[in-house]
């Protein structure tokens, strides 16, 4: 299963470039197709990443039930061709509205992370779920990396390059699952397509029936509004507040991912073994939490670069939680599970942004009342206690 494991975690770092990749280059890209302010292209960014993730919240559990249905490999292989073209859109994009259907589009193309994430639970022992979807997760940081690096560099050569390169990587890895992706889904756990199942609502309901998954899933939500604060602001956050370069907004997320790749891909199987699942999921909250305090008042970018890979230490919640839900779920709903987990980290996301760029919008202008950039970290901050309250909540539940 070498070459196939490559292949899935290649497409899951392409899924992920999605997001990081535009990054750097946004606050050029949108006041170059409309003459606006930097504050107001933080709301226009806000919309377009919100765009990305309404389309992954209504068609994660489509494409997780599809691959219930037909397997995983037809629906990542449609799903990269999709992606490609839709890079070649945003290369040629003109106007605001080029690049918002061009986001909707991508973002059902990037929903295959939950079909990533059944693959794995298809191949994998119980004991072992949580360390291999922390794979799936280092691969999304590998994206962090990927994406805002090659942003970044490839902005030298015009906000569009780095489209261009990366619908020639989905194009790429496209042929390669094609020869060495084969099917891991048995027949016997595959089942018939469902309205019910297909849609949001209805596999939010089957999901959520008991009250340990409802509870698992709440935190994830609440956790996903949190950290969607650093692609929501990053680069309009460190552009105002250190006047970096689309360059260095590209090496900050880069060294970000870097280190969310290390922990997720390494550092958890540790840290679960230290902690359980519990521990790591209350440490993860507990540690975030500093972090987003620091972030909200830092004022030096040199003491913010060697501050942000530390961040990811706490990237360490989304595996656990993931690894719990896997476990209570049979084998023939992993599809479905992963669908509803996607669809709810695409509702954080549709959330979040809207939420973080108004308030950075807010704080950020110049003739705000109180000017503080950082102030949608304080909002992260908060929602880390919300978390571990939800959290302990339900342990409470389960030992009365």
């Not at 939950?114 to 291999?132: G, L, N, V, Y």
């Not at 099917?183 to 309205?195: A, G, I, Q, V, Y």
């Amino acid at each position: 299963m070498r070459l196939p494991l490559i292949f899935v975690i290649a497409t899951t770092v392409i899924d992920s470039m999605g997001i990081g990749l535009i990054l750097p280059v946004m606050p050029a890209l949108l006041r170059e197709v409309s003459d606006i302010s930097l504050a107001d292209a933080a709301l226009y960014g806000g919309v377009l990443v919100t765009a990305f993730a309404f389309m992954q919240f209504l068609f994660g559990p489509v494409i997780g039930a599809l691959s219930d249905r037909y397997g995983r490999r037809p629906v990542m292989l449609i799903s990269l061709l999709v992606m490609a073209l839709d890079y070649i859109v945003m290369a040629l994009a003109g106007a605001f509205w080029v690049l918002l259907v061009g986001r909707m589009v991508g973002g059902i193309a990037a929903a295959t992370q939950s079909t990533a994430t059944a693959f794995m639970a298809d191949i994998s022992k119980p004991e072992e779920k949580a360390a291999r979807f922390g794979m799936i997760g280092a691969a999304f940081g590998m994206g962090f990396v990927f994406g805002p690096l090659l942003g970044g560099l490839l902005a030298e050569f015009g906000t569009r390059a780095p489209f261009y390169a990366a619908a020639a990587l989905a194009a790429t890895n496209l042929i390669f699952g094609y020869f060495v992706m084969p099917e891991t889904l048995k027949p016997e756990n595959r089942r018939p397509l469902s309205l019910a199942r297909s849609n949001p609502l209805g596999a939010f309901k089957n999901v959520s029936a008991t009250p340990q998954l409802r509870r698992l899933l709440w935190l994830f939500f609440l956790y996903q509004v949190a950290f969607m604060v650093y692609p929501a602001i990053w680069a309009f956050f460190t552009e105002e507040r250190f006047g970096w370069s689309p360059r260095m907004i590209g090496f900050s997320l880069g060294a970000f991912g870097i280190a969310m790749a290390l922990v997720q891909g390494g550092l958890i199987r540790l840290i679960l073994r230290w902690f359980g699942d519990r521990g790591t999921i209350l440490y993860g909250l507990a540690f975030n939490f500093f972090a987003f305090l620091v972030l909200a008042f830092i004022e030096s970018g040199t003491l913010a670069i060697l501050f942000i890979p530390l961040t990811a230490l706490g990237a360490v919640v989304t595996p656990a939680v993931q690894g719990m839900m896997s476990r209570a779920t049979s084998d023939n709903s992993q599809g479905e599970l992963q669908g509803v987990l996607s669809s709810t980290a695409a509702l954080a996301t549709i959330i979040s942004p809207l939420i973080m760029t108004q308030i950075f919008a807010t704080f950020a202008r110049q003739d705000a009342a109180f000017y503080l950039p950082g102030a949608p970290f304080l909002v992260s901050m908060f929602l880390m206690l919300v978390c571990a309250l939800v959290f302990l909540a339900g342990r409470r539940q389960q030992t009365v």
